[in-house]
């Protein structure tokens, strides 16, 4: 299974951003699925996730209020909305596709099972 992730850019702080993954080879129905992100010199941290059904989701402290994850069922495409974008946003972004089962481990690499080539964001001040 092979995700990408795309949708990334340049935008001006304060600015918004939907970021979309897609998957080939496989499917993310079924899956509960997670974002991640690794500006440069940094580890790469979990910033979100949805369950299989799109019933529930999980946010980083630092996006809570201005990131939202969604998912669309007849596209099998998830979808990562930035708004009120920060300087301190810039990185690489990944969606994953996280294990079955796994939902409590949702912010931890391992979990994740595929992952996709990520997309830059890159939010300037």
């Known amino acids: 299974v092979q995700l990408q992730a795309s949708g990334g850019g340049l935008v001006q702080a304060g600015g918004s951003l939907m970021l979309s993954c897609a998957a080939s080879?496989?499917?993310?129905?079924?899956?509960?699925v997670g974002w991640f992100r690794q500006a440069p010199g940094k580890e790469r941290e979990f910033v979100a996730a949805?369950?299989?059904?799109?019933?529930?989701?999980d946010y980083a402290d630092s996006v809570k209020g201005r990131l939202t994850v969604s998912r669309e069922y007849a596209k099998n495409m998830v979808y990562l909305l930035m708004n009120s974008l920060k300087p301190e946003d810039t990185a690489v972004y990944h969606c994953?596709?996280?294990?079955?089962?796994?939902?409590?481990?949702?912010?931890?690499?391992?979990?994740?099972?595929?992952w996709g080539q990520g997309t830059q964001v890159t939010v300037s001040s």
């Open positions: 994953a596709r996280l294990l079955s089962g796994s939902w409590s481990l949702r912010g931890k690499e391992y979990a994740y099972a595929y």
């Open positions: 080879g496989g499917t993310l129905s079924g899956f509960a």
């Open positions: 949805i369950t299989w059904d799109g019933s529930s989701t």
